[in-house]
Every structure is written in structure tokens, then in C-alpha cells.
């Protein structure tokens, strides 16, 4: 199965290469590359593409979302922060607006848990403690995923670490 989704990954980069090739700036296909190559840990291929995509399509939330991510991913913490913000602001205004489904219930917590990462990083641990309850309160199922994490945070505050430099992997 593994070999199969390599495979499968590899065609679906080539044909959105194609496509980017013939609209450069199409976003959906920038996201989507920009995914392929993180996934395959070509975090720089990445960053590009998202930045593109976020160039284009600031308005987007998944783009805006995804952008901070791997900002975030490539160390680039403080600029990842504002734009992990930004995102978590995009989500909750479209669940707040009525059109809230699972989907955007689950890009808001997306979007918080890695802007849970990008707080600790920027030793902003006392507001990642409290983003992080309120995650596993809003999602009990992101709670044994989210614990470690969230205790991170609170030592962070209760020792008063420099979380800077803490490595966290990043999903896109």
C-alpha cells in the first residue's frame, strides 16, 4: 500500500505540475503541490508554492492556514504566529456566520492546533495553555493528541522556559 501511495503522490504532483504549468497561478494547484512536496519532505518546494498561493489568494483560509504551517515548519516562527492568527480568525468568522459544517469545524481546529505550536514557540506558553484546553474541550477527540502539547505549554509558564527552540513536527 505504501509504494501505491508514493506512486499515486508522484502522478498527482506531475499532473499538477502540468497545470501549473499552464496556469501558474492557479491556486488550488499551488495548495495542492505545495502539499505533495511537504508530505515528501521538500519543505522548501513548499514554502514557495504556499507563498505563492498566499500572494494570490490572501482571502483564503486554507491557504492562509497551510502558509502558517509551514512557515512555522521552516522556523520561521514569529511571521507564522500572525499568519496562524489570521487563519483561526478566517475559521471562526465562517463557523460564526451560519456556515458552519464539520468541514469548517474541523479546519478551526486545525488551524488552532498549529497555532497552539506557533504560540509555545514564540514563548507565548501561558496563551498556548489556554488555546490548547480550549481544543481539547471543543474536540475530545484531538485530547490524546493535543496533551502533549498542552503540556508543554503549561511547563513552559510554570518554569518559565524558552520554548523557542522546541522541535515540533508540523502536518500539513
Not at 23 to 36: D, G, K, R, V, W
Not at 137 to 142: E, L, V, Y
Request: proline content about 2%; some cysteine.
Amino acid at each position: 500500500i505504501g509504494s501505491r501511495l508514493v506512486s499515486t503522490n508522484r502522478l498527482a504532483e506531475r499532473l499538477l505540475e502540468v497545470v501549473l504549468e499552464l496556469n501558474t497561478i492557479h491556486t488550488e494547484a499551488l495548495l495542492f503541490s505545495a502539499l505533495c512536496a511537504a508530505r515528501r519532505g521538500a519543505d522548501a518546494l513548499a514554502l514557495e508554492r504556499l507563498s505563492r498561493a498566499h500572494a494570490i489568494a490572501p482571502h483564503n483560509a486554507e491557504v492562509v492556514r497551510d502558509y502558517g504551517a509551514i512557515l512555522l515548519r521552516v522556523g520561521q516562527s514569529a511571521e507564522a504566529l500572525t499568519v496562524l492568527q489570521r487563519a483561526e480568525r478566517m475559521f471562526a468568522q465562517q463557523d460564526e456566520q451560519g456556515a458552519s459544517t464539520s468541514l469548517t469545524r474541523s479546519s478551526l481546529i486545525s488551524a488552532q492546533v498549529k497555532l497552539v505550536a506557533a504560540l509555545l514557540m514564540n514563548n507565548r506558553s501561558r496563551e498556548c495553555a489556554q488555546l490548547a484546553r480550549r481544543v481539547m474541550k471543543a474536540s475530545p477527540n484531538m485530547a490524546p493528541s493535543m496533551h502533549p502539547l498542552h503540556n508543554a505549554c503549561k511547563r513552559a509558564y510554570r518554569d518559565s522556559l524558552d520554548a523557542s527552540h522546541i522541535q515540533i513536527d508540523i502536518a500539513l
